[in-house]
């Protein structure tokens, strides 16, 4: 669980297809590793390890970029792309999907959300990519499936006395170290900045006048950064389960605080508990945990505090996730944590032979590398009250988490808050969920503010989970679809209940 939560932990419970690219890898770059042409050369998309290719409909491509966009001649990465063509004939373009992270996979993930989108397909092709420094895009892999789960068993992630502080903040310093290593120079060069320079690559590339596009939780925050820096290239660009792109390090990990505790109060009250009451029964059983963590059916490992809290957090992302939230809860108060385990497992994108995906680990060399916030433990200790009155089931572990998720990192933060401004440029959607555990309604406010007046136009919906756009609201999918297809605007403010 991190300051800004993976859209992608919506749909861990689901196999995702992890598609390759079989491309060829002439793609404008000359053969020589340099940049310079942007022509895409489509073919047929391999099988991941554990997963088959993703069928016919489907085609992955390579193309290059240049590693640092202030030396464009220099030395590139290779990201990693999948388009399916749109199935109508009035065709308007290509619509980019970015779901979330920092860290998640485009390529992964895009034929699984094809249905949602089906509708736009009739009229788009649907692309996606993984960004440099995810899976196929020069992945980042800061340590191995062995060190990651000795860790889970034996860092407490909200340490309660000295000895706990010291591995806690050792075990940090040591995860960027191997992420240093292990991505050398690339470390310095998967900022939130980069990524949205390599989309305009990617809109040359496709052969679109202006970016159309799909942002989806930190897919918002990139979508703002992109319409900041190209706002004349701006097409139609939707922002959904939206990033506050005013807020810091501590204003991100409050909101979650507050997001999450919004999002388990609703649960609650769905099961006829008192949120007051439920919440502390909760808090209390996270406690029992601390000191005397839960056995499991999983061979040898047990169900500590930090896999428990990550094990309810998954649920929370979607009303569907509450009856398994129900189930898992029971039977940890029994005294069995193979439930919550499972869901810590779904969220921790750790699959049942013991292997571990790297979402987690380039979600947190690209925010490190974007925030330039280094919040100390005495900083954190001091807050720590004010986070756990806000929520006592969340409040301690995300604030804890402000210390230790860049603490001792090796390579600078770049600014405090991103830069969105966009003026000039065409509307914006930025879509607002009421419910939403991860990136709370209001930061949808707050981007519409910073994108500039006249730019961004806010829909709201009072639904649950974590986005709206395909959660079963028909008024959010019609108003984002009549945008999309036809350039419809809605009026600022639009509330679907």
Request: aromatic letters at 6%; glycine letters at 12%.
């Amino acid at each position: 669980m991190t300051r800004i939560t993976r859209w992608t932990a919506l749909t861990v419970a689901a196999a995702l297809l992890t598609a390759g690219c079989s491309g060829s890898s002439d793609d404008g770059s000359g053969g020589d590793g340099k940049s310079g042409g942007t022509a895409l050369d489509w073919g047929r998309c391999k099988g991941g390890e554990d997963a088959p290719a993703p069928g016919d409909d489907w085609q992955c491509a390579t193309l290059r970029v240049p590693l640092d966009w202030a030396k464009p001649d220099g030395p590139t990465v290779g990201l990693a792309l999948i388009r399916a063509k749109a199935t109508g004939d009035d065709r308007l373009g290509s619509l980019l999907f970015n779901f979330g992270g920092p860290g998640g996979s485009g390529v992964s993930t895009m034929p699984s959300y094809a249905a949602t989108a089906s509708e736009l397909r009739e009229r788009y092709d649907l692309v996606s990519w993984d960004p440099r420094g995810v899976a196929a895009s020069e992945g980042v892999r800061c340590r191995d499936d062995k060190a990651i789960q000795a860790a889970e068993s034996s860092v407490d992630g909200t340490p309660d006395t000295p000895e706990e502080e010291r591995a806690f903040l050792a075990d940090a310093a040591d995860f960027g170290k191997g992420c240093q290593e292990r991505a050398g120079k690339l470390m310095a060069h998967v900022s939130t900045t980069d990524t949205a320079r390599d989309m305009d690559r990617i809109r040359q590339a496709l052969g679109d006048d202006r970016l159309n596009y799909f942002g989806i939780s930190y897919g918002t925050e990139l979508g703002g950064v992109y319409a900041h820096l190209f706002p004349e290239k701006v097409g139609r660009m939707t922002l959904d389960a939206v990033v506050d792109p005013s807020a810091d390090t501590m204003g991100h990990a409050k909101n979650q605080t507050r997001g999450f505790q919004t999002a388990l109060d609703n649960y609650l009250r769905s099961t006829g508990r008192d949120p007051e009451q439920g919440t502390r029964e909760i808090a209390e059983l996270l406690d029992r945990i601390d000191a005397e963590p839960l056995p499991t059916s999983s061979s040898g490992r047990e169900l500590t505090q930090t896999l428990a809290l990550t094990g309810i957090v998954l649920p929370l992302y979607s009303k569907d996730g509450w009856p398994a939230l129900t189930s898992a809860l029971k039977a940890a108060e029994e005294g069995d944590g193979s439930e919550l385990l499972a869901l810590a497992d779904g969220y921790n994108d750790r699959d049942t032979s013991g292997r571990y995906g790297t979402t987690t680990h380039s979600q947190r060399v690209i925010s490190c590398l974007d925030d330039k916030q280094r919040p100390t433990v005495a900083e954190t200790k001091k807050l720590l009250p004010e986070f756990e009155e806000i929520s006592p089931v969340f409040g301690s572990f995300l604030g804890w988490d402000t210390a230790g998720w860049c603490h001792d990192w090796p390579v600078p933060g770049q600014h405090d808050t991103p830069e969105v401004s966009a003026p000039g440029a065409a509307p914006v959607l930025v879509v607002g969920n009421t419910g939403d555990p991860a990136t709370p309604y209001e930061g949808a406010r707050k981007m519409a503010d910073e994108l500039g007046e006249g730019v961004g136009v806010v829909l709201t919906w009072k639904g649950e989970g974590h986005g709206a756009y395909g959660s079963g609201s028909d008024c959010v999918d019609s108003t984002v679809n009549a945008y999309l297809l036809d350039g419809t605007v809605p009026e600022d403010g639009k509330v679907c209940s």
